[in-house]
């Protein structure tokens, strides 16, 4: 059967796929659409699996909210141009509404779910999406959120999702007041609500460090211990975010802004892409030599 530029234009629509792939398959399997279509996702997975040593630590992260459900998560790529994709972006999109849905128990239950109760699964969509876009991808790490009617999510991504916040805030349904937090979280990057979260093992760590370092500076033994206390301040600002100076307004606390909108912070997630991994180097000069060499 002859294979014409019509049917490679509908497969093209169908799949995402190159010209020379869509004829390609098509003569292959003489002209059955059905088939050619099966025979390129067949060639996509063979494609993204070659991919899958591939560093990926760039990407974006995304929040879906839906009504009292929301869902914060990081989908990786290897450089970040594709994180301007559109097909990135409608992927981030997809993912979102899957998650916020179906709430998977973690990754893995995640990529083995129909996307949205049918279909492909999950983990099918990201090696099309792969096999289209041309580089590694893949679905790292999300966290559910809960909250009641009168409660309030704060959402906010910060470089076109490079860091994103999510907070949970009681005692209000202000979403820009949630927001604010959010934000502040992603500037500055707490790892504790309040005091109480901090370890113990943590705080007495800090505390003998603080010690050593006033004894090494030459300060009385009587006067040591109130000096610790007194630094210790330092430290807790540092990783509390109550403690923090609000980045909206210095002159107070995040708790004495939240206080005087009668909330309390319930929780928050921050992401950032690409933290705690190895990180690509890129060799241009390799690169280029690669291109010329096929």
């Known amino acids: 059967m002859a294979v014409t ?14 010209m020379m792939d869509c004829k ?8 059955d659409m059905e088939k050619a279509v099966a025979y390129l996702r067949e060639k996509g997975i063979s494609k993204a ?15 879906e909210v839906d009504g009292n459900t929301a869902v914060i998560f990081e989908v990786n790529a290897e450089t970040d141009f594709v994180a301007k994709n559109e097909q990135f972006k409608h992927l981030l999109n997809e993912l979102g509404t899957h998650l916020v849905k179906q709430q998977p128990a973690n990754v893995e239950e995640a990529l083995e779910q129909k996307l949205h109760g ?28 809960e909250k009641t009617d009168n409660d309030a999510f704060g959402a906010y ?13 009681e005692g209000t349904t202000e979403e820009s007041v949630a927001k604010d937090v959010s934000m502040h ?10 005091r109480e979260e901090v370890p113990e093992e943590e705080v007495n760590a800090e505390r003998e460090a603080l010690k050593k370092e006033a004894l090494n500076e030459g300060k009385p033994e009587h006067i040591v ?3 610790v206390e007194g630094r210790l301040g330092k430290f807790y600002e540092s990783v509390v975010l109550t403690e923090q100076a609000f980045v909206k307004d210095p002159d107070k606390k995040v708790k004495e802004y939240v206080q005087e909108q009668g909330a309390t912070i319930k929780g928050f997630v921050r ?24």
């Open 5 to 18: 530029a019509k049917m490679v234009k509908e497969l093209r629509e169908k799949t995402g796929a190159g």
């Open 24 to 31: 390609k398959a098509l003569s292959e399997v003489e002209g």
């Open 49 to 63: 699996q070659k991919k899958q040593d591939r560093i990926a630590a760039e990407g974006s992260t995304h929040i």
């Open 118 to 145: 049918e279909g492909d699964t999950l983990n099918d969509y990201i090696t099309e999406t792969i096999a289209k876009i041309g580089e590694k991808i893949s679905l790292r790490r999300f966290e559910i959120v």
């Open 157 to 169: 991504l910060h470089m076109g999702g490079r860091i994103g916040v999510l907070s949970l805030l």
């Open 185 to 194: 979280v992603a500037a500055v990057s707490p790892r504790y609500i309040n």
């Open 225 to 227: 211990e109130k000096m």
């Open 271 to 294: 992401y950032e892409v690409g933290e705690g991994m190895e990180k690509r180097e890129d060799n241009f000069a390799e690169e280029v030599m690669n291109q010329v060499n096929k």
